[in-house]
């Protein structure tokens, strides 16, 4: 059963345009959600994080916007660059974890075309 | 200040042996977690350690341990591979008791045949 999941495998977008990253959650104990970006070889980096008790999250070119009533949170890349290029990954965590504990999407693959 | 260092980048094992993996947090960190990548599952929770204790466990057969030293180093094992553990091993490092931003390593791609 996958709590956390991101539809689109992969999105193209061309350079200076919006990127939007959607991904969508099944459990409504989730309180705190994150973006992570990851090259391959490397490990995930993280971008961005929201909490519940809030809908917008802004910092520098990306936002995380959270809908907690859809269970839907997007994060928004303005303007795109061709060094944007990468798996972005979602994942949530709950209150109820003692301690760490993420639970991931699947990912998806962007890619920026200059 | 030094990011999440893991050890080895690179292995193949044959099945049934075992394996270990290490992993040194950033400095200051106190919590470890592990995740397994795989290109069918994703990125799926092993279990995290604080202060030399495992406070949370995924889904993963008792094939799958692991510990934490007094150094916030960590280790974990799988016993008798199977073709399935390949798969790259990421750790992660948080700074505080609970904190979700954690900070990965560049982790071990492990290869069984």
């Known amino acids: 059963d996958q709590q956390v999941k991101q539809n689109s495998p992969s999105l193209s977008v061309q350079e200076g345009r919006i990127s939007i990253l959607n991904c969508d959650y099944t459990?409504?104990?989730?309180?705190?959600f994150l973006w992570y970006k990851k090259y391959p070889a490397e490990g995930p980096t993280f971008l961005i994080s929201?909490?519940?008790?809030?809908d917008k999250n802004e910092d520098g070119r990306f936002t995380v916007f959270l809908n907690k009533s859809a269970k839907h949170l997007s994060l928004h890349i303005v303007p795109s660059q061709p060094g944007d290029s990468a798996v972005y990954f979602c994942?949530?965590?709950?209150?109820?974890?003692?301690?760490?504990?993420?639970?991931f999407g699947g990912g998806t693959r962007l890619m920026v075309k200059p | 200040k030094a990011g999440v260092t893991q050890t080895p980048r690179y292995l193949i094992k044959t099945r049934g042996q075992q394996v270990t993996l290490s992993c040194s947090p950033i400095?200051?960190?106190?919590?470890v977690s592990w995740y397994q990548q795989t290109p069918g599952q994703g990125l799926q929770f092993l279990f995290e350690?604080?202060?030399?204790?495992?406070?949370n466990k995924g889904n993963f057969p008792g094939r799958f341990s692991g510990r934490q030293f007094s150094n916030s180093r960590s280790e974990m094992n799988v016993s008798t591979l199977e073709l399935g553990d390949s798969a790259l091993y990421l750790c992660?490092?948080?700074?505080?008791?609970?904190?979700?931003?954690?900070?990965f390593g560049p982790g071990t791609r492990l290869t069984v045949t």
């Open positions: 992660a490092s948080s700074r505080r008791d609970s904190s979700y931003e954690q900070y």
């Open positions: 459990n409504s104990m989730f309180d705190y």
């Open positions: 929201i909490s519940s008790i809030k």
């Open positions: 994942a949530a965590s709950s209150p109820g974890n003692a301690g760490n504990m993420l639970t």
């Open positions: 400095s200051g960190h106190r919590s």
């Open positions: 350690y604080f202060s030399e204790t495992q406070r």
